[in-house]
């Protein structure tokens, strides 16, 4: 049976033609390849933002910690080999807080040393805490004067061996020091080896790694940096 549409016209209706099909495809393709690198380009910023908050959460973690302990807590950020990186070099890729125990400062305890004494130095608050792949915390003098100075990860703290790390010693009056590039652990004792930075010098970046060696130690075109006020440990962020 004939359509009403078809008796009314005299013709059998039809669909798309193949060229009318191929226009279409190419006017879609079009559209999507427009979208495609904006869209590529807030999920590489997605990342970073939630790399960075990641961080700031551990800082404050590491102040409420330090106060509520009565003890200083070191944030340790740690430098071994990741398989991501592109230069295959050792990265800082990871961070944990530790707690430096009060009743072995005067043991003066150095990271090389080992026994009984030297367990009684620091607890371990948490697990450790890894950003996604593709992104690392520089090392780099001008991007990150704060995680310059790398200590032996002597004590085992971290689960991969040869890591490295920079540590941020934060106290109960809510400031922080760095941490020296030897020396002891606990308390008051870990003061002889850590210093006050000046706040012009008191920050760190997060980056893509393949940002960070294309741009050859300058600041890359998309990164995360937090500064930190030595004395009152407030944290502002700062993105291009």
């Not at 930075?197 to 893509?208: D, G, H, K, Q, R």
Request: glycine share 8%; charged share 20%.
């Amino acid at each position: 049976m004939k359509s009403h549409y078809s008796k009314c016209t005299g013709r059998s209706p039809r669909g798309f033609t193949l060229v009318e099909l191929i226009v279409v495809v190419g006017i879609m393709a079009l559209i999507i390849a427009s979208v495609v690198p904006g869209l590529t380009e807030v999920i590489r910023a997605a990342r970073l933002t939630s790399a960075g908050d990641q961080v700031l959460g551990r800082i404050s973690l590491a102040q409420q910690h330090a106060l509520s302990l009565n003890s200083p807590v070191e944030l340790r950020f740690y430098s071994f080999a990741d398989d991501f990186s592109p230069s295959g070099e050792p990265t800082i890729t990871a961070f944990q807080l530790v707690e430096l125990l009060n009743d072995a400062a005067t043991a003066n305890v150095t990271d090389g040393d080992s026994g009984e004494d030297a367990a009684l130095t620091q607890r371990v608050l948490n697990e450790p805490v890894y950003i996604d792949s593709g992104l690392e915390i520089s090392t780099d003098t001008t991007l990150s004067p704060l995680l310059t100075n790398l200590v032996d990860d002597s004590s085992n703290t971290f689960s991969v061996e040869g890591a490295r790390y920079a540590a941020l010693i934060f106290y109960p009056d809510g400031g922080f020091k760095l941490r020296g590039t030897a020396g002891a652990l606990a308390g008051s004792a870990a003061e002889l080896n850590a210093t006050t930075p000046n706040l012009s010098e008191s920050y760190f970046t997060i980056a893509e790694s393949r940002d960070l060696e294309a741009a050859g130690g300058e600041a890359p075109a998309n990164y995360y940096c937090i500064q930190l006020d030595p004395y009152t440990g407030k944290a502002r962020t700062y993105r291009p």
